[in-house]
Every structure is written in structure tokens, then in C-alpha cells.
């Protein structure tokens, strides 16, 4: 018998965590390993044991006899009472079991009893938009992933995709971020967005780094710093110090589900001269024999 893995060192969660504990382990390891989010080797064979995990523990009675038998309870064959019996379903590359008509570990039941499909697929509504594709005909759609520019995604751009020898316009919205899926009658299209050189994206908030000459920082002055929208000319305080942020309000990502913009942080960096001329190097040793 092939050796597994307890379910609750899977999810990551002690045998008196709450139902809610788990669910929301659950949701977060699902997300993290999801085929469609995370293309790293053994992540789907990993999605498949988060599921299989909270299959049971996020049943009472499964969890119940789980703690009692162990994976014994759900193996047929173990020879464990009732331990087998059902039809499959194969969606996407998982394959699952329905047990109709009683528990797959014994114990009776009716139509719905054994595994619960409705919770865990909730984790779709995520991703694409929809409900489970379980009680319908599920056919999976052909998906196309669309390469884009940090300032692209910040505007919005439209792209024009081939999809069985007829030309659609994809129009990409002003806020999408890497992952964001745009849904079609016949097809899917998701969004990569490729780093910038300049800017950094948190959720809708940008961060860039300025260099401000160190006359600038201790005497003060004006320094311009590129945004989205054109460069700004910031004024700099006398005796700024390195690292300093300033936030500049609605100069960030425009929100993708709602009005207004999220911020642009702004960190300076004070540059150190490296050639000094010889008034120079007077004018720092003058500066250091005062104690400056």
C-alpha cells in the first residue's frame, strides 16, 4: 500500500483546527498551487492532494472517521467497510470520484453523501469567473496568453489575437495585472505583464527609486522624476536624507474594479560623488573639521 501523506500536515493545520481553519487553509494552498496559476513541476499533483485532504477534513463525518482509521477509511482496498464504489469524472487532468448513494467509507447516506464537490470548486469562481463544473457539460475552452508592457497594463492597450482563422481585438483594461483573465464566447485570454525598468507594482501602487546629487539633499532643491503620466518636477527639502519616501496621491495604478488610482512612492537615493576636484575634496575636508 502506497504510503501517504496526513491530511492535515497537507494543509498545514493541527487536528483541532476549526472548519473555518481549514477551509481557509485550504483556499490559500489551492490558490498557491492552482495548474492555472503555478507551472512549476509537482504543482498539480500537489493541487490534487490539497483537494483529496479537504475532501475530508472538511467533512464532519469523514474527518471523524479519518482521525479514527486513518487513510485505511478511503482506501478499498484495505478491505475497510464500504470502501470503494462510484463514478468518475475527469475535468481538466483530475480525475474525481462521486460516490452516490452512500458514504465511500460506509455509514449510508443519500444522493449527496460522500465527496462534496461544491466547496472546493468555489476556487474556479476565482479564476474564471464561473461555478462548478460539475452537474453540466464541461468543455474546456482554448486559452491564449498575451505579453504586455508595466506601462501597457497601467493605460490599457487593445491586441488583436488569431482564433480559428478569424481576427478578434482583445481589449486589455487600464489597471490589469499579470493573471488578469479576459473571457470570450469561444476562448480565454490572460494577461502576462513583463517588468519595468524603472517602476515596481504592488497591487495598484508603484514604487520608483530617484537619484538626488547630494548638494540636493543637504542644501535643498528640484529634482524631475518620471511618472505614467510625463515627468514632475518634486521639490527636494534642504538635509534630505537617503531612503526618504514621498507618495505622490493618484500617480499610481488605476483601480480595475472600481474609480481612482492607487499612489506613487517615491524613494530617494542620495548619490555619493565619486571624482572629486581639488576645490571639492577642500570644501568636505573644511566640512569635516567643523564636525559636519
Known sequence: MTTKRDYYDIL???KSASA?????AYRKMALQYHPDRNKEAGAEERFKEINEAYQVLADPQKKQTYDQFGHA??????????????????????????????SPFGGGGGQN??????????????????????????????????DIALREAVKGIDRTIIHQGREYTVKIPAGAGDGTRIRFQDFDVSVNVKPDDQFKRDGDDLFIDAAVPLSTAVLGGVINVPTMDGEVRLKVRPGTQSQAMIRLRGRGVPHLRGMGKGDLYIRLVVTIPENLSREQKRLFINLKETGE
Open 12 to 14: 498545514g493545520v493541527s
Open 73 to 102: 477509511a478511503f482506501d478499498p482496498r484495505s478491505g475497510f467497510p464500504g470502501g470503494g464504489g462510484g463514478r468518475t469524472y475527469r475535468q481538466g487532468p483530475f480525475t474525481y470520484t462521486y460516490y452516490s448513494g452512500g
Open 20 to 24: 473555518a481553519e481549514i477551509k481557509a
Open 113 to 146: 453523501s460522500g465527496f462534496d464537490f461544491s466547496d472546493p470548486f468555489e476556487i474556479f469562481e476565482q479564476f474564471f469567473g464561473g461555478a462548478s463544473p460539475f452537474g453540466r457539460t464541461y468543455r474546456s475552452k482554448p486559452h491564449y496568453s498575451l
